[in-house]
């Protein structure tokens, strides 16, 4: 609990601040949402975000921290705020404000049993069900951040392990914008930007002949970053 117990603003309304985390990954060519079935009511057994209330004593950001590592035992992933949903009946079982954030996690590191055990599921991203409460437009507002964010940050490698082939990346940016890329013009932008390092492995598992691995070199993206080199991949 905070220091200050003292309630000064006894007087007012009470409501709840909530966190609700939309958990975005990358498998099999697609990308994926992870949702679960809400435990309360109401409209329990629906799917919903994963999420919870915020703790007295816990900052926002903290409390959605503290949900993903619950839920998929990761820690240390990339997160960033997306807004906040505050309609006064968004919510029926009482007025709650929710602070919605988004993660990106490489879908081979999470706690698979963990996530079993939460009653999640992987959904690819255009098979996803109707969700509770107003989380369809958290949805939709997530994925156009996401749009956003990945033309012009690398948030993309976030998704992927950590050995990759630039067709895997482009997959990935094909399905994150719903539109086919060239091929050409892909590999020939990404590679100008200086943030790969080509590895001497290769992926054998679509052809015989392969496709070279590559890994993010995060140190140069911060040197060329603080230099205010323009990152625009696509």
Known sequence: MPETTVDFYKPSDKMYVATDCLIFG?????????????RVEPRKGEWSLIGSFVNLDED???????VLAEITGL???FMEQLGAYGAAERDPGYRTISIVQYALIRINDYD???VESHGAHWFDINEV??????HDMMLADGLEKLRRKARY?????????????IPQLQ????VIYQKELDGRNFRKKLLSLNVLIKLDEKDKSTSRRGAFLYKFDHKNYQKLLKSGYNFEIT
């Open 75 to 77: 820690e240390n992933v």
């Open 153 to 165: 940050q690398p948030i993309g490698f976030e998704l992927l392990p950590e050995k990759f082939t």
């Open 26 to 38: 990358f498998d099999e060519g697609q990308l994926k949402l992870l949702v679960f079935k809400r």
């Open 112 to 114: 698979k049993k963990l």
């Open 60 to 66: 926002v950001d903290e409390a959605a921290k503290r």
């Open 171 to 174: 997959k990935l940016y094909e």
């Open 129 to 134: 069900p109707g969700l509770v409460l107003d």
